[in-house]
């Protein structure tokens, strides 16, 4: 039911998508698809619950985020990107701005299971990280928002906007090298910081 109604939601939007046709996809009674969602809005919360975790658990997991600082982080950034421009999540992004107005509910799931986990996971990463001497200390939590902010930056607004229907690898490996060397001139320990700001100054 759930990835029959995310089918719908994402394809038409919220307002053109019926319980009714929902339900005939199914092959079901529309009075079965009620007994377990009373309503289309809450469908549609429980599909955002179902696609958040899917899409960002694996995006935000970073038990496997070990090496050098700056070649995990431009790792993590070329993938957030890839993610992050695919049809599917511009589809549900869309969906949950259009949507989060009238229903909050819907935007705070999608934040809970997805934005925040992901911030708490980065900012596990970043602790280890000033603990290891890799970055001067700082509030873990407020650099994972910011190096989060810098992942999506113009490439993103460009894709959700319309401005670009695809995004090709050399400019998300042009940005991953760019949000990466910006982060570590900020946060970066004095080796690292001195070497990012003098990598900014040479481009």
Known sequence: MLEIAREAFLRDGYANTSMSQIAARVGGSKAT???????????????ADEEAAQIFTPLFDVSEMRGDIRTVLEKFVRRFLVLLMSDDLIAFYRMIVAESARFPEIGTTAYELGMKLGLENMAGYFAEAIERGELYRTDALVAAEQFLDLCAGHLHRKRLWGVVCDISQEAIETQAKRVVTTFLAAYGNDELSRAARAGIAMS
């Open 33 to 47: 698809l009620y007994n377990y969602f009373p309503s289309k809005k809450d469908l549609l919360v429980a599909m």
